[in-house]
């Protein structure tokens, strides 16, 4: 089992930045990335990074605005959001996982989960 520790949310604008930091226990994982749900909807898949490569998978709605990152320094997954819109509120969930070469943004694939981070965009 792997404990995710999430961190960075908060309440911002739009257009405003923030970045969401996760850190891993152990740091082992072959996929990792961020998953959302906001009130009323499903949980989706927002960003994936397959840690051996680098390669990063992005939801559409995400594309050009949010990065994936790691820094294995500090067993560490970031997410940078920019140009937030209010349809990007949401709590926020990092997430591990193990398939193939982790292009997936589908959340049956998860194994481990975050306890969340609250992100807030208003207009």
């Known amino acids: 089992q792997v404990q995710l520790v999430e961190s960075g949310g908060g309440s911002v604008q739009a257009g405003g930045s923030l970045r969401l930091s996760c850190t891993a226990s152990p740091y082992t994982s072959q996929c990792m990335g961020w998953f959302r749900q906001a009130p009323g909807k499903e949980r989706e898949g927002v960003a994936v990074?397959?840690?051996?490569?680098?390669?990063?998978y992005y939801n559409v709605s995400v594309e050009g605005r949010f990065t994936v990152s790691q820094d294995n320094a500090k067993n560490t997954v970031y997410l940078q959001m920019n140009r937030l819109e209010p349809r990007d509120t949401a709590t926020y969930y990092c997430?591990?996982?193990?398939?193939?070469?982790?292009?997936?943004?589908?959340?049956?694939?998860?194994?481990?989960w975050g306890q969340g981070t609250q992100v807030t965009v208003s207009s």
């Open positions: 997430a591990s996982f193990r398939l193939g070469n982790c292009n997936t943004l589908d959340s049956e694939h998860v194994t481990d």
């Open positions: 990074i397959y840690r051996a490569s680098g390669d990063t």
